[in-house]
């Protein structure tokens, strides 16, 4: 299993920045693929993004390309969404999750962590 923190949530206009990190804790780093998904009040936890471990794999939903970027730093065993162009249907709880393979399930991944806030204001 993976611990997982999440941080760098917080308040920003609509047009802004943001860069959320998810900073990973076990065994065997290397073999999770990671994902980042959403979820606002009321609604369904929703995919965003995912990674492999090694960075050579990408996926984003269709809504964010362009805009959102997943990366990763093995050496420090964290991964990043960075958020450009925010707008406020972006609003909700993002949560960063372990898997053994990239997928948009969020049943297909075994860790997460507690999530992070992102609030876009207009």
């Known amino acids: 299993q993976v611990q997982l923190v999440e941080s760098g949530g917080g308040l920003v206009q609509a047009g802004g920045s943001l860069r959320l990190s998810c900073a990973a804790s076990?065994?065997?780093?290397?073999?999770?693929?990671m994902g980042w998904f959403r979820q606002a009040p009321g609604k369904e936890r929703e995919f965003v993004a995912a990674?492999?471990?090694?960075?050579?794999?990408?996926y984003y939903v269709d809504s964010v390309k362009g805009r959102f970027t997943i990366s990763r730093d093995n050496a420090k065993n964290t991964v990043y969404l960075q958020m450009n162009s925010l707008k406020p249907e972006d609003t909700a709880v993002y949560y960063c999750?372990?898997?053994?393979?990239?997928?948009?399930?969020?049943?297909?991944?075994?860790?997460w962590g507690q999530g992070t806030q992102v609030t876009v204001a207009s």
């Open positions: 999750a372990a898997g053994y393979g990239m997928s948009t399930s969020r049943y297909e991944y075994h860790s």
């Open positions: 076990g065994r065997t780093f290397s073999s999770y693929a």
């Open positions: 990674i492999s471990w090694s960075g050579s794999s990408l």
